[in-house]
């Protein structure tokens, strides 16, 4: 099913942790990283060079400040979404909206770089439209999550910063037990630009 599955990148946070440590001016999207295959990219390509080949359908919600991740995403097949808010939940929502036709979606963070694809591709796998997929390593939920496509109103009324996590209550959550600490890895200040056990 993963032709019709389309994956969400959410890039519109001002990442304000990050900017007081590292200074206002510095966008955590665009510093430098190393990916786990040793080549340094900046934080939203390494996320992007991580999505499966396999999902073609591709929208990355940004703000109009950010030419640089606009012009990364596109280089990777990337339809951009501009939005005013910085709002995860508007973000969601302006996503699945540009592609509310498709059987489902994957909600990827912008600034989780160390996700393996292989966990993306099962995540993808255990969608189904009644039930949300997310990745759970030792027992913790992680990213990216996939819903079906029963949760498309639900995900398309989203607004604010309020996430997608009170949609768990609505449906069946199928957990995928992943060997994955990428899926648990937020980029939220410097220092975790380098991944580490």
């Not at 001002?14 to 007081?20: K, T």
Request: glycine share 12%; proline share 5%; hydrophobic share 45%.
């Amino acid at each position: 099913m993963s032709e019709s599955i389309g994956v969400i990148v959410l890039a519109a946070g001002q990442g304000s942790r990050f900017r007081q440590v590292a200074g206002d001016e510095k966008d955590k999207l665009l510093a430098d990283c190393t990916g786990r295959d040793g080549t340094v990219r900046s934080v939203i390509e390494q996320v992007l060079v991580n999505l499966p080949a396999t999902l073609e359908k591709r929208v990355l919600v940004t703000t109009a400040d950010r030419p640089q991740v606009s012009r990364m995403a596109k280089a990777y097949g990337c339809e951009i979404v501009l939005i005013e808010s910085t709002g995860m939940g508007d973000s969601i929502a302006a996503g699945v909206t540009a592609c509310a036709q498709l059987e489902g979606w994957l909600m990827v963070l912008g600034d989780m770089p160390f996700i393996l694809p292989s966990s993306i591709e099962q995540v993808v796998a255990n969608i189904a439209d009644d039930c949300i997929s997310v990745p759970v390593q030792e027992g913790e939920y992680g990213h990216p999550v996939g819903f079906g496509r029963s949760f498309g109103p639900g995900l398309m009324a989203l607004a604010g910063d309020r996430g997608a996590k009170a949609l768990f209550a609505q449906g069946r959550v199928v957990e995928v037990t992943v060997d994955d600490p990428g899926v648990l890895w937020d980029v939220d200040v410097p220092e975790k630009l380098a991944f580490g056990p």
